[in-house]
């Protein structure tokens, strides 16, 4: 893959960069600005180029529409607070007011269009729609430039079609993501853990499945750990559970038995009567857990447990939370998770927090981004590579120049 190096001298020239800026807000206020940071290296280097710089983005799941609760304005005021330069807004994404922003551009100046999903060919399933979005995005500009890992895997306008209408290269970001990925997948340091929690264990089969023949444990917790241990015959009670998954998951601990990998589950779980951070609670081994309350935490055992299986670890990748980290009753086990990441951080391992909920938890719990050898902002993009597919976003870009 080209990256911004070899796209030559860009001063004057108008520089479209995809990045992915999809944070979360509460109302208009952003509550994690970890993507705005990680985009903002590549935007401030185009800039510093003498390149115009054109941001593109997307903010939630808007339905292709204009709807001012996903408007980008917000992210467009705190990026030019972390560039410490003027970012114009242009309230539309190809329309009139984005093409006299991007035409009033001085050298060096930064616009962010707005929301990109306001527009139906972003996200369309047609070839031909989305070409037309991504025909109108690249007559704004003379170059591209793909900074949005945490879109690569997705086959949109922004991401992938309007790669092949213009010179193109990998930003700064996707270029990082890219090489954390490949030193987890192309003979890692050893002991290699892999740590997976969230809700569903569906959203994790297909990487489940791949890292049985890479890594040397796999540490669950989560949401998706009840599936595990209802696949052992365990009552799970009011837990989460995808009862149409658990003889996939009963497969996957026959295959890594056969492998020599170790399966780590918990041996404790921190339960409660309702999804609630006042409903009562109690700490219950997992062979014990009621059939009235619902699994919320891996309990304080389990967090010891998790750490020790972890601590002479060289390789560590984690993806999801081991439980509610909202709610303060519920965060210890994504807290000691965090803690003995850092901990083998501070010891030389290369640990790579994958994104999304566990980036947004580690930020949460009062961790800071240089505990961690590398926090993904593309979560989902992540797992697939590691999975082992194509993505659309990095294989056009691996296609050759327009």
Same mark, same amino acid.
């Given at each position: 893959?080209?990256?911004?190096?070899?796209?030559?001298?860009?001063?004057?020239?108008?520089?479209?960069?995809?990045?992915?800026?999809?944070?979360?807000?509460?109302?208009?206020?952003?509550?994690?600005?970890?993507?705005?940071?990680?985009?903002?290296?590549?935007?401030?280097?185009?800039?510093?180029?003498?390149?115009?710089?054109?941001?593109?983005?997307?903010?939630?799941?808007?339905?292709?529409?204009?709807?001012?609760?996903?408007?980008?304005?917000?992210?467009?005021?705190?990026?030019?607070?972390?560039?410490?330069?003027?970012?114009?807004?242009?309230?539309?994404?190809?329309?009139?007011?984005?093409?006299?922003?991007?035409?009033?551009?001085?050298?060096?100046?930064?616009?962010?269009?707005?929301?990109?999903? /306001?527009?139906?060919?972003?996200?369309?399933?047609?070839?031909?729609?989305?070409?037309?979005?991504?025909?109108?995005?690249?007559?704004?500009?003379?170059? /591209?430039?793909?900074?949005?890992?945490?879109?690569?895997?997705?086959?949109?306008?922004?991401?992938?079609?309007?790669?092949?209408?213009?010179?193109?290269?990998?930003?700064?970001?996707?270029?990082?993501?890219?090489?954390?990925?490949?030193?987890?997948?192309?003979?890692?340091?050893?002991?290699?853990?892999?740590?997976?929690?969230?809700?569903?264990?569906?959203?994790?089969?297909?990487?489940?499945?791949?890292?049985?023949?890479?890594?040397?444990?796999?540490?669950?917790?989560?949401?998706?750990? /009840?599936? /595990?241990?209802?696949?052992?015959?365990?009552?799970?009670?009011?837990?989460?559970?995808?009862?149409?998954?658990?003889?996939?998951?009963?497969?996957?601990?026959?295959?890594?038995?056969?492998?020599?990998?170790?399966?780590?589950?918990?041996?404790?779980?921190?339960?409660?009567?309702?999804?609630?951070?006042?409903?009562?609670?109690?700490?219950?081994?997992?062979?014990?857990?009621?059939?009235?309350?619902?699994?919320?935490?891996?309990?304080?055992?389990?967090?010891?447990?998790?750490?020790?299986?972890?601590?002479?670890?060289?390789?560590?990748?984690?993806?999801?939370?081991?439980?509610?980290?909202?709610?303060?009753?519920?965060?210890?086990?994504?807290?000691?998770?965090?803690?003995?990441?850092?901990?083998?951080?501070?010891?030389?391992?290369?640990?790579?927090?994958?994104?999304?909920?566990?980036?947004?938890?580690?930020?949460?719990?009062?961790?800071?981004?240089?505990?961690?050898?590398?926090?993904?902002?593309?979560?989902?993009?992540?797992?697939?590579?590691?999975?082992?597919?194509?993505?659309?976003?990095?294989?056009?870009?691996?296609?050759?120049?327009?």
């Amino acid at each position: 893959m080209k990256t911004i190096a070899d796209l030559g001298d860009l001063r004057g020239k108008r520089v479209l960069v995809r990045s992915d800026l999809n944070v979360p807000l509460a109302g208009t206020t952003i509550t994690d600005d970890g993507r705005i940071k990680a985009s903002a290296p590549t935007i401030l280097m185009l800039s510093e180029m003498g390149a115009r710089v054109i941001v593109s983005a997307h903010l939630g799941r808007p339905k292709g529409e204009p709807d001012p609760a996903y408007s980008l304005a917000p992210v467009a005021k705190r990026l030019g607070q972390v560039l410490q330069k003027p970012v114009v807004f242009a309230e539309d994404t190809v329309g009139p007011k984005a093409r006299a922003a991007v035409d009033a551009m001085p050298e060096g100046g930064v616009v962010l269009l707005e929301n990109l999903r /306001f527009n139906p060919g972003e996200t369309a399933k047609t070839d031909a729609e989305r070409a037309e979005f991504a025909g109108e995005l690249a007559s704004l500009a003379d170059v /591209f430039v793909s900074d949005g890992f945490g879109v690569v895997h997705r086959e949109q306008a922004s991401v992938y079609d309007v790669a092949k209408l213009l010179p193109h290269a990998t930003g700064g970001l996707v270029e990082a993501e890219v090489n954390v990925l490949r030193r987890l997948t192309r003979d890692p340091d050893r002991p290699y853990a892999v740590v997976l929690g969230g809700a569903k264990v569906s959203d994790k089969l297909g990487v489940i499945g791949s890292l049985l023949g890479t890594a040397d444990r796999l540490l669950v917790g989560g949401g998706m750990v /009840f599936t /595990f241990l209802k696949a052992q015959g365990l009552e799970v009670g009011k837990s989460l559970l995808e009862p149409d998954q658990v003889d996939t998951v009963r497969g996957y601990l026959d295959e890594a038995k056969a492998k020599g990998v170790e399966i780590v589950l918990p041996v404790d779980i921190v339960v409660a009567d309702a999804f609630s951070a006042d409903a009562p609670h109690e700490v219950v081994p997992v062979d014990r857990i009621p059939a009235d309350k619902m699994g919320l935490d891996i309990g304080p055992d389990s967090a010891k447990l998790f750490a020790e299986r972890l601590g002479d670890c060289r390789t560590v990748f984690w993806n999801g939370p081991m439980g509610a980290f909202e709610m303060a009753p519920f965060a210890a086990g994504t807290n000691a998770i965090a803690r003995a990441l850092a901990d083998v951080t501070a010891g030389g391992a290369l640990t790579v927090v994958g994104g999304g909920d566990s980036a947004a938890a580690v930020r949460q719990l009062g961790f800071a981004d240089t505990d961690f050898g590398h926090i993904s902002t593309g979560g989902g993009a992540s797992l697939e590579y590691l999975e082992g597919k194509q993505l659309p976003g990095l294989q056009v870009l691996e296609d050759g120049d327009a």
